[in-house]
């Protein structure tokens, strides 16, 4: 017997709809790329974003097609996600941060119709024009007075978006269609390999921005100011382009200026109460607030993810900062968010550092999303904290194959349908996970696993330590030994000895690091993350001197 209540198609227009009609005097404020604030409401989106929709039809945008976005977090990419899987087309975000042959073959490869590019990501499009014959225009996200000249208009068709959309009607009918129409695409960042694309749907979409602002887990409401750092194409912001309308709160979009001090000032002026990024830009507010002395004024936590959180950033904003982190995994393929470390009973007793070293777990499953962790055999291992191994995973907003993937056209599942993340992982009674390891860079000493992310989070909370990578070298005894690679935080004189000593009694002996060398910089993909493909590269014939 079926259940006798309205069905109802999961629509990302309708998330606009809703912020429109319930929250529309909210405000959305943006960084601009042209200078100074723009600041609208929902129900200005909303018309803006339905005049795009118009517009979109009008360039012969159909369902199905792809659009590619290279923008920073801003108005106009906001009424770009809305507008485009509106009319049942794909929004295709691409980071403009990866190596210019990357972005030529993703365009190609997602088969985009149109571009919509910022004004200072121009010249990357410009450099690439041979390169995307298939594209069959570009639209310049800025108004008349900004539009630039632009060698681009001698190979395409050439659009200002503010002209695009200026003359089409207010007026636009959201069509309704099956709720796993393709919405969204994103490629993972490819540290190995071609990049891949994931592609979201209307319900996956929309199932995930429902678990991200669950008031438990990730404290989104009306009252809330939302800043996400982290960029519309890194993973559609971890979703909170979609979370925060559907919560009704404010959102602070904060363009591509990102070091400390904006990001201080705007959240101060904004009044805001969460944001979310990666370990480094974080890790870059906190210097900045403590030489410049200010404080944030209203943030009550900041959402880590992307890599591991180091003890340092935790316990720098709890102690100095009184701002809680919300320790978050995630990735590409699981849109992205699977895991939160929200507050578990008890903690309230918790002292402060257990409470910190708690943090650092990267928290228990959302609901919907289901997670174990596997031997070498598949087997399924305890969950006692301890046990670890493959970390795999399922669920409603998880990929089940790659977009036009010709290498594994059957999907990328198991039997039973579990996606394998390549991190290995624990997960405790209580049901928090931890990432002990991607797959490929944990570290095996005399049939032993060494977790490089513990090594490094114990170096960057040296006090003279800025960052860390730790990678494995052969050794002719050990077959691999951990080799450490730093950034000295300036004016510190730490050496390759009193590094190495700080280890001790903080692991046990035989995992403490054979050698250190000190860089002046480490390499990052494209969305922020240690490169240790190159760094394997560049010490390949580094010799430890246990060796
Ligand atoms: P890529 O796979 O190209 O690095 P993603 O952004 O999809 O791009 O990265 C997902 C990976 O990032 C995860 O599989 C995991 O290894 C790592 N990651 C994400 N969040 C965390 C976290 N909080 N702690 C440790 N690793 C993390």
Redesign the pocket.
């Known amino acids: 017997m079926l259940g006798l209540m309205q069905s109802k198609q999961l629509m990302i227009s309708s998330i606009l709809t809703h912020a429109a009609r319930e929250h529309g005097e909210q405000e959305i404020v943006s960084a601009a790329v042209e200078g100074g604030m723009h600041r609208y409401t929902y129900a200005d989106a909303e018309k803006r974003t339905k005049q795009l929709a118009n517009a979109l039809k009008a360039l012969g945008v159909g369902v199905g097609d792809r659009v590619g976005t290279l923008a920073w977090n801003g108005y106009r990419h906001f009424e770009l996600y809305y507008a485009i899987s509106g009319i049942g087309a794909v929004c295709h975000t691409i980071n403009p941060r990866l190596f210019p042959q990357q972005v030529a073959y993703i365009i190609n490869h997602a088969g985009d119709k149109y571009l919509f590019v910022d004004l200072n990501i121009l010249p990357l499009l410009e450099a690439l024009a041979p390169h995307m014959p298939r594209v069959e225009g570009v639209v310049i996200m800025t108004d008349a007075a900004h539009m630039p000249e632009t060698k681009l208009a001698e190979t395409h068709k050439v659009i200002c978006y503010e002209d695009l959309i200026g003359a089409e009607p207010e007026t636009f009918d959201w069509p309704v269609f099956d709720e796993n129409t393709a919405a969204g695409l994103c490629y993972?960042?490819?540290?190995t390999g071609n990049p891949k694309g994931v592609l979201y749907s209307h319900r996956s979409t929309l199932l995930h921005a429902y678990a991200v602002q669950m008031k438990d887990v990730a404290p989104v409401g009306a009252a809330d100011c939302v800043l996400p750092v982290v960029p519309m194409f890194?993973?559609n912001a971890w979703g909170l382009p979609y979370a925060v309308p559907m919560a009704g709160g404010k959102l602070m979009m904060p363009g591509f200026r990102l070091d400390g001090e904006n990001l201080t000032q705007m959240m101060n002026d904004e009044k805001v109460t969460l944001s979310s990024g990666v370990p480094t830009i974080w890790l870059g507010l906190l210097q900045y607030l403590r030489a410049s002395g200010k404080r944030l004024e209203t943030v009550k936590s900041l959402m880590?993810?992307?890599?591991?959180?180091p003890l340092a950033i935790i316990e720098g904003f709890g102690k100095e900062f009184g701002v809680s982190i919300i320790?978050?995994?995630?990735?590409?393929?699981?849109s992205?968010v699977g895991t939160l470390n929200a507050p578990k009973p008890g903690m309230e007793d918790y002292s402060d550092d257990d409470r910190y070293r708690h943090q650092l777990k990267?928290g228990r499953a959302l609901f919907g999303f289901e997670m174990k962790v596997v031997d070498e055999d598949g087997n399924e291992q305890p969950r006692d904290g301890k046990s670890f191994g493959r970390l795999l995973c399922r669920g409603p907003w998880v990929c089940s194959a790659y977009y036009n993937d010709t290498e594994n056209p059957d999907g990328i599942l198991d039997d039973d349908g579990w996606f394998d993340?390549?991190?290995v992982a624990t997960i405790d009674s209580q049901g928090y996970m931890q990432?002990t390891?991607?797959t490929k860079d944990l570290i095996k000493s005399g049939g032993e696993w060494i977790s490089s992310?513990e090594l490094e989070n114990i170096a960057v909370g040296h006090p003279g330590i800025q960052e860390a990578a730790v990678i494995a070298l052969p050794h002719p005894k050990w077959d691999e030994r951990p080799f450490v690679i730093a950034v000295r935080n300036e004016g510190a004189d730490v050496d390759r000895d009193g590094l190495l000593d700080y280890y001790k009694g903080k692991i046990a002996d035989w995992m403490i690091p054979d050698d250190v060398v000190f860089v002046d910089e480490l390499p990052h993909?494209a969305?922020g993350?240690l490169l240790k493909t190159d760094l394997r590269q560049k010490f390949a014939e580094h010799k430890l001197p246990t060796a």
């Open positions: 993972t960042s490819g540290t890194h993973v880590i993810g992307g890599a591991a959180c320790h978050g995994w995630g990735m590409t393929e699981l992205p990267q993340t390549g991190d990432i390891d991607r992310i993909t969305t993350k």
